[in-house]
Nanobody
Framework: QVQVVESGGGLVQPGGSLRLSCAAS????????MGWYRQAPGKQRELVAI???????NYADSVKGRFTISRDIAKNTAYLEMNSLEAEGTATYYC??????????????WGQGTRVTVSS
C-alpha cells in the first residue's frame, strides 16, 4: 500500500504565497502521476494541478499563471507553489497519487488533506 501525506497548509493573507508538499511512501513500484485537488465548504472537489511521470503538467484555468506544480522523483514528493492567493483559494487541499503496481494495474491513493486559509 501507499501512504500519502500533505503538509504546508496554513493561514496566508490575500496576495501572499504558500507552498504545499505531498510525500508518498510505502510499497511503490512506479508513480504514474501526482495531483493536487481542493475542496471548499459546500463545493465539490476540483482539480488544481497534475504532473505526470513524464513531467507533463495540467492546471485548472482558475490557477494558471499563479500556481506551479513540481516534483522530486527521488523523494516521491510533489509540491504546489501557490502565488497571488485570493479568498477563492481557501479550501482543503488533497494530494492524489496514481501508481502502477503491475504491467496493467493502476491504483490511486489520497492523503487526508491540508487546510489553506486566505484571509486578511
Amino acid at each position: 500500500q501507499v501512504q500519502v501525506v500533505e503538509s504546508g497548509g496554513g493561514l496566508v493573507q490575500p496576495g501572499g504565497s504558500l507552498r504545499l508538499s505531498c510525500a508518498a511512501s510505502g510499497s511503490i513500484s512506479s508513480i504514474v502521476a501526482m495531483g493536487w485537488y481542493r475542496q471548499a465548504p459546500g463545493k465539490q472537489r476540483e482539480l488544481v494541478a497534475i504532473i505526470t511521470s513524464g513531467g507533463n503538467t495540467n492546471y485548472a484555468d482558475s490557477v494558471k499563471g499563479r500556481f506551479t506544480i513540481s516534483r522530486d522523483i527521488a523523494k516521491n514528493t510533489a509540491y504546489l507553489e501557490m502565488n497571488s492567493l485570493e479568498a477563492e483559494g481557501t479550501a482543503t487541499y488533497y494530494c492524489n497519487v496514481r501508481v502502477k503496481e503491475f504491467v496493467s494495474t493502476y491504483r490511486e491513493f489520497w492523503g487526508q488533506g491540508t487546510r489553506v486559509t486566505v484571509s486578511s
